[in-house]
């Protein structure tokens, strides 16, 4: 059996803690590696160690930093597709879903060579007689980041580009469902000419998270995961003094107006209702078609689509639409709600339950699945699935769709299916939601602008990537300077006015 390793100080370093968790294939349900889970001492340790290093990583200008970024673009590239491999082998998602997995977080490091632009700074000349001003972004010193298993490559991407290019040393909690990628990037990092102990990745669970928390050299956390994790971690991180941004988790929906496509919006639903088996956090998960006629033809158009996706492991290539969810148990719980919304009466359009596949059945497959006469009181619409199971909510008018999304506890991402741009610009201008999509169901933003969900989805001030990113992890020091030539007045009590 593999057994995976920490990464320190540019090293391999294997786990000393005696404790480990399982990494599954989840095509096969076999337990592929076992991965170490830290305890304090090992995390405090490499914090301690990444410290010392920032130093001197803090102190090198901005450009040369950012050519480790460019040369870490270069290296991405090169062993994409042994990358995108590796993500498919531990999370499940089809070869092309991991290339783009691996694709978006590329695209951060590509904005994180411009670093040198936008630590500028701010300078006024002349601020007062003699006097300049002028405010500075320096780094934190070292952050750490904590991400999900849904994006292995993409979000331990999105937080170690910024981190390191604002002159930050990162450690890298990465999901312990799926650790190879970001071990692997991380190594490339190195390769691309990163000092060691600038990017640690210390795998572990709630043991090693809660000495992230606690650990005082750490000034910085951003984590990416399910809500009540978010929460946690953002109100034990923001109680020990540290800067602290979370994203948690989501219930998209999307509204189908009468005047859409149809044809349009059934295509858009299949692929983000059931791409990546409804793992994603801005997967769409609650159809919202307004009147019962756009539903009734919504519904006849999607029942034939679905039924035709191809659900099968990575090693199918391009052939499969979706694979097998992460572990055994997501596959229990999302089963589990299946069963709830049939009992709660829901109306079941199709049915994934009890999908199996030859060679494969002891993978966690679900089905895709289908819901219509979803009402907002059922469990499959109060929790996040995160499962191929799409619900249908029907909405007597925009004013009720509308409603039902701003009421959600959550605010990731949604999107509007319309002809109608009155009605688009209204919906984009009122919707309580952090990222919209008009006649585009998944509303990803690109690198240069940021990536963040309002209400439960996001807690704390700035989103990811993007100009904010450089916001988060520097801070902001502002310097007043005076050459004072001829007579030297005598001592001052009192402020001057900058006349
Ligand atoms: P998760 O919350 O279970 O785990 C996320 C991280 O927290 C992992 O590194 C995990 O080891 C750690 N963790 C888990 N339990 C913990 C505990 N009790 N104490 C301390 N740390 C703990 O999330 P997941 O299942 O890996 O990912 C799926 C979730 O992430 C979904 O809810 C999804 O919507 C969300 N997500 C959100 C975004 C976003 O940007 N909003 C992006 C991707 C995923």
Redesign the pocket.
């Known amino acids: 059996m593999q057994e995976l390793s920490h990464w320190i100080d540019g090293k391999h370093v294997k786990g000393t803690s005696g404790r480990f968790a399982d990494v599954f294939n989840p095509a096969t349900g076999e337990v592929q590696a076992r991965v170490p889970l830290a305890s304090k001492a090992e995390l405090d340790a490499a914090v301690a160690s990444s410290a010392k290093a920032q130093v001197t990583w803090g102190a090198t200008n901005p450009q040369k930093r950012a050519r480790v970024m460019m040369e870490f673009v270069r290296l991405i590239n090169r062993d994409i597709d042994k990358l995108a491999e590796a993500l498919s082998r531990e999370h499940g998602k089809t070869i092309p879903d991991a290339k783009g997995d691996v694709q978006r977080g590329l695209e951060v490091i590509e904005f994180c060579i411009g670093a040198p632009h936008l630590l500028k700074g701010d300078y006024t000349d002349g601020a007062g007689p003699g006097i300049d001003m002028y405010s500075m972004r320096q780094p934190l010193g070292v952050v750490a980041g ?6 292995p490559a993409m ?1 331990p991407l999105w937080k170690m580009g910024p981190a390191i290019s604002c002159g930050n040393a990162f450690i890298l ?5 799926d650790p190879s990628v970001p071990l692997m990037l991380a190594e490339l990092l190195q390769e691309a000419g990163l000092p060691d102990g600038i990017c640690q990745v210390i795998n572990g ?2 043991e090693s ?2 000495a992230i928390l606690d650990n005082p050299t750490i000034q910085a956390i951003g984590f ?4 009540p ?1 978010a929460e ?1 971690i953002y109100g034990r991180g923001c109680t020990n003094g540290k800067r602290v941004q979370c ?4 219930k998209n929906h999307m509204i189908i107006m009468p005047d859409a496509d149809m044809d349009q919006a059934a295509d858009a639903l299949v692929g983000a209702g059931y791409g990546a088996a409804g793992e994603r ?1 801005m997967a769409i998960s609650v159809a919202v078609p307004v009147g019962d006629a756009t539903a009734d033809a919504l519904i006849a158009k999607l029942i034939p689509r679905i039924e035709k996706l191809k659900v099968g492991p990575y090693t199918a290539g391009a052939d499969v639409d979706y694979g097998p969810l992460v572990t055994a148990a997501a596959k229990e719980r999302v089963l589990g709600l299946i069963g709830s919304g049939i009992e709660q009466g829901a109306t079941l359009a199709v049915d994934g339950r009890g999908f199996s596949l030859q060679g494969y059945e002891n993978g966690f497959f679900v089905g895709p699945t289908l819901f219509d006469n979803v009402t907002t009181d059922m469990d499959i619409y109060q929790q ?1 699935i ?1 499962g191929p199971v799409l619900s249908t909510l029907r909405a007597k008018t925009y004013e009720e769709a509308l409603g039902y999304a701003m009421d959600n506890q959550y605010g ?1 991402g949604t999107a509007i299916f319309t002809r109608d741009g009155d009605t688009a610009r209204d919906f984009a201008s009122r919707i309580n939601v952090g990222m919209v999509g008009i006649n585009v169901p998944i509303p990803v933003p690109l690198a240069y602008h940021t ?1 963040g ?1 309002w209400k439960k ?2 807690f704390g001030d700035l989103n990811q990537h993007g100009p904010d990113a450089f916001r988060f992890y520097t801070r902001t020091k502002t310097v007043t300077a005076r050459w004072p030539s001829g007579l030297k007045e005598g001592g001052e009590f009192h402020f001057k006015q900058m006349d």
Do not use: L, M, W
């Open positions: 904590i991400t999900p298993f849904n994006f979000i909690k990465p999901s312990e469902r669970d709630k998270v809660d990416v995961g399910s809500t994790i946690y994203f948690g988790g989501a956090c996040e995160f990731n990536f969900g989805s996001g």
